[in-house]
């Protein structure tokens, strides 16, 4: 097991990830003051069927546990289970010494998160995360809901006591959830640098190669690259957005199809050829943009459906939260690891994402 230490401008915090991971748990529990008087695991059908109980057993017999599970998928990130977990922690007596466990992928560690970061106007919790893509997501203190208009529209910032990151919980992730994850690995190796980024095209040629010392080695790398920018920002004044990389039309894309329909890793994919097209029309330059799309060919990312209509998009692109006074801004590319959100003029990004949806 590897602890790597999350350091914000308010607090700091382990991250301890491994085969074994799990089996620190008590021991965290056990170390906080003040301490725990009881144990809310937030978790969903699929992930809690699989692994609540033995999250249970790592638990001390001493301390209440109480467990709410709610639907799988991104429909459940809702304002409804976020008043029914807050109903159940009520109902079960939960204290402000009482501590939830996220115990899922992203859309467990941001409802669970934002249920902790207000109940009682703000309990500490733990992350527990089960997928590829939690190793953005369970990093960094986001957490939020989703509002039928706009998606983590309602939320905060609540940094978790630890993460605990126990690889043999992704054993059972269907393959589209670890393209979905190495999606956002490989944003994070574009807002890295040359270094990690060769190191994806040498050593993953398929998915199956993310197991043991290669996923370890990605892990750690991409979850370096979140905890550093998040040291610099926690709150997203200044380089934390650079971590939209790709985010603007990814979001607008899940918008469009309908939350589900395709999953956020592989919008992002496509956000980030777009990202990239966008940056060589602004800055006048070859960014390499076949080097990224070769590069997500080779796990079958889909490209953009060419029934998406430019102008739908592109104002969704404006309800973005970077954007502003109604014009879109992006997070571009000047080089590979040198990001900057820019403003982009209306008539660009639609003469630009109209060639692009046609596939030229
Ligand atoms: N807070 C942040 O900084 C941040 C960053 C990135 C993404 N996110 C959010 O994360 C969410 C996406 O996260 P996600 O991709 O992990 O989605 P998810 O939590 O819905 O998990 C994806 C799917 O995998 C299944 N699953 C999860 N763990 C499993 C396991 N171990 N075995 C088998 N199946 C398993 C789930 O049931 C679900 O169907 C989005 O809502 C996004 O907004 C937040
Ligand atoms: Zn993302």
Known sequence: MVE?????????????????????????????????????IISEETVAELYLEEVRTNLQDSIPVYHYVVPSGEASKSFENYYECQTFALQSGLDRNSIILALGGGVIGDLAGFVAATYMRGIRFIQVPTTLLAHDSAVGGKVAVNHPL?????????????????????????????????????????????????WLEKEVSTLDDLKDEKLLHVLKEGINVKAQIVAK??????????????????HAIESELGYGKITHGDAVAIGMVFALRMSE????????????????????????????????????????????????HMVLMKELGQMEVRKVNDEDVLRVLTTFIKGE
């Open 281 to 328: 029309h602004v800055y006048g330059k070859d960014l390499n943009v076949s080097r990224l799309q070769a590069l997500l060919e080779r796990f079958d990312y889909p490209t953009i459906d060419c029934s998406l209509d430019a102008h739908r998009l592109m104002e969704k692109m404006k309800k973005d939260k970077k954007s502003y006074e109604h014009t879109i």
């Open 233 to 250: 920002d926690e709150k997203e004044s200044n380089v934390r957005a650079f971590l939209n990389f790709g985010h603007t039309l990814g």
């Open 150 to 198: 706009g998606k983590n529209i309602i939320g905060a910032f609540h940094q978790p006591e630890a993460v605990i990151y126990h690889l043999p919980f992704l054993a059972t992730l269907p393959v589209e959830e670890w393209r979905s994850g190495y999606g956002e690995v490989i944003k994070h190796a574009y807002l890295s640098g040359e270094e990690f980024l060769s």
């Open 4 to 40: 790597v230490p999350i350091k914000t401008a308010s607090k700091e915090y382990p991250l301890f990830i491994g085969n074994d991971a799990i089996y620190s748990l008590s021991d965290v529990i056990d170390g906080l003051t003040p301490r725990v008087s009881s144990v809310f």
